[in-house]
């Protein structure tokens, strides 16, 4: 039970398991992930201004939301094709893809 513990920590921290996936699966998750971003910060916002206006919370979610979601997977999307794109470029998987993807971002 141990060793398979550990086997599963060592898999967990290994880059590999991350970008073993092809480019479009990694692409398509980079903008979830933005979408989902982008709806936790707007559903903070409303958590946050709530109280204080007199707006109703979903019409402070949806004027909010318009904006961070599409951006936040803009973003998400951006990350991805950029890593992807070093990725392929350079033929090598490193940390260099990732700050690669970041500087596009």
């Known amino acids: ?3 398979n513990s ?3 920590r060592a898999s967990m921290a290994n880059p590999e398991r991350i970008t073993d996936k092809g480019c479009a699966e990694r692409i398509l998750n980079g903008a979830g992930t933005g979408i989902g971003l982008g709806v ?3 559903g903070i916002i409303v ?3 709530g ?5 109703a919370p979903t019409a402070i979610f949806r004027s909010y939301g318009r904006i961070l979601i599409p951006a936040a997977a803009l973003v ?3 990350f991805a094709t950029g890593d992807c794109l070093s990725e ?3 033929a ?3 940390m260099l893809n990732a700050a690669a993807g970041g500087c596009i971002a």
Request: net charge positive; proline share 4%; aromatic share 4%.
């Open 51 to 55: 109280p204080l206006e007199r707006t």
């Open 6 to 8: 550990k086997q599963h």
């Open 88 to 90: 392929s470029v350079r």
């Open 92 to 94: 090598e998987k490193s």
């Open 1 to 3: 039970q141990a060793s």
């Open 76 to 78: 998400g999307t951006l």
């Open 40 to 42: 936790v910060a707007s």
């Open 47 to 49: 958590a946050w201004k």
